[in-house]
């Protein structure tokens, strides 16, 4: 078991038939909307705008009416079920472009980063949570109202790590050799390249790629950063 860098406990769990650093998790179902949804839970000291979790079941092997780790489940890992690339270049007259892609598909993402800095309970850091947190005035909101209170390790934090990435894109022109002649010049290419362009994913965090050196604990975002975007212009020249 492995915790994702807070005080909420283990979140990854690895057993026989299931994917190494799996995500071992409270099923988190929603926020409560008012009193009566609460009495009939199992989470009877909540409060409307709490997340509900499901009770899914105590030591005997069935709901037990009150929510702990016999609750958690295995709600899938950061190993993707696909990882694809793409690389190419097309030409058109003097013109030119080579691309470099790549992705993963069907793995998941802890975005534990959001959890440790209270982003969804006390602060309004992220633009989704400061214009769309539970309130009164928006009773219907499955982002948990503001508390001091750091929610435990559940699927509300796990988000879906597919992504596809534009990591190198190269334009150029090439000026035509009659031009050239003149001056001696037997090759004058002028180029403009970006890396890291674009990355078209769904996940709310930095980046969808988390590093870890530890396999136990692998897609637990916490102290990365932003990957930057480079650009650069050049000239080939050829006498």
Known sequence: MQDGGNSQGFTTK???????GSFYLLQANGT???ADEIAASAQKDARPGDLKYIDISGPAGKPDGKI???????SGSYQPKVTFGLNGGISYQSFDLNLGAYGTAGGKIYNGKKQSTGADQRDNIE???ANGRWTPNNSNSNIPRATLTQLPNSTYFLEKGDFLRINNITVGY????????RYKISKLRIYATAQNLATITGYSGFSPEVPSSNPLNAGIELNSYPSTRTYAFGINLSF
């Not at 690895?14 to 190494?20: F, H, L, T």
């Not at 702990?68 to 295995?74: G, H, K, P, T």
Request: charged fraction near 20%; proline fraction near 4%.
């Open 14 to 20: 690895s057993d026989n038939g299931v994917p190494i």
């Open 32 to 34: 409560f909307k008012n």
């Open 68 to 74: 702990d780790d016999y609750d958690r489940a295995y």
């Open 127 to 129: 633009a989704a949570v």
């Open 174 to 181: 090439t000026i035509a050799q009659n031009v050239l002649a």
